[in-house]
């Protein structure tokens, strides 16, 4: 098994470890992103609820809670497909990052902190939610750079 190998005091992971390890981080990525939009669309009033509850976005929460399952599914998708799964792991990060900012400024802002991110991930505190997504957008920048040092994904 010679996925590790050490040398000059650093791990080396050979070409088949790069992409085993971005294919699971991708799919990682897209099963989030296809549970929480499946979350999403099946209890769609309380997520619509939710946004409305935020008055920085109240105005446009009909749109936006259609447009964010929408997003995440066209990523799952790109995510799956390998030809497109740069431009997948490009667009999750950037999306992660926005819903982070989101979260921020949520914190910042409002007085009452609603929730409607979908299933499980509702349940976790802001914090937990800060975290989380910087979990998630640090996995997502890992498989983008492990992809820089190796011709994984098809031009």
Known sequence: MES?????????????AKEKLITCI??????LFLYTAYAKIIDHDHFLKG??????????AVYISWLVPLAEIIISILLLIPQFARWGLYAFTCLMTLFTGYILSVLLWEKELPCSCGGAIEKLSWSHHIWFNLAFISI???ALWLSNSIYVFKK
């Open 140 to 142: 997502a920048i890992a």
């Open 51 to 60: 946004l409305s509850k935020v008055h920085i976005i109240s105005g446009f």
């Open 4 to 16: 590790v190998t050490l040398k000059k005091d650093r791990f080396q992971f050979s070409r088949l």
């Open 26 to 31: 991708r799919f990682v990525c897209m099963f």
